[in-house]
């Protein structure tokens, strides 16, 4: 049987307090076989961050992955009256593999591409 360890750092003066919600029945918390820091990563293109990305499709399916190679980048601009919105590119391909939080399918012309939220989960 593995065993549960809590170390406290020798330089700190504060306390840490693990505190259970009020359950009424049992749960099971299991961690992860990696080194990590709970809270999750805001380091851009980590696992766990977000992104607003297109593909060279005109349709995405949502909860789907995508190797980070083919997304690009986007970030938004509107006008002060917000009459005019438009994507920009605000950086090339990034790496990893994201799922898709949205989907659509633009049949217009082959000049739409279609945008979504994403998120890193390799």
């Known amino acids: 049987?593995?065993?549960v360890k809590l170390k406290g750092n020798p330089?700190?003066?504060g306390s840490v307090t693990l505190e259970s919600p009020n359950l009424s029945s049992d749960i099971t918390v299991t961690l992860p076989n990696v080194t990590t820091t709970l809270g999750g990563s805001t380091t851009y293109g980590a696992v766990g961050t977000y992104i607003?990305?297109?593909t060279n499709s005109m349709s995405m399916t949502h909860n789907t992955s995508y190797a980070g190679s083919i997304?690009?980048?986007l970030g938004g601009i509107t006008s002060a009256?917000?009459?005019v919105?438009?994507?920009t590119i605000t950086s090339g391909a990034v790496s990893g593999t994201w799922r898709?939080?949205?989907g659509s399918n633009d049949t217009r012309s082959s000049a739409h591409r279609c945008v979504t939220l994403?998120?890193?989960i390799a």
Do not use: D, K
């Open 71 to 73: 997304l690009t980048v």
């Open 118 to 120: 994403f998120v890193r």
């Open 52 to 54: 607003w990305a297109q």
């Open 81 to 83: 009256n917000s009459n």
């Open 1 to 3: 049987m593995s065993t």
């Open 85 to 87: 919105r438009q994507w």
């Open 100 to 102: 898709s939080l949205g």
């Open 11 to 13: 330089s700190g003066t």
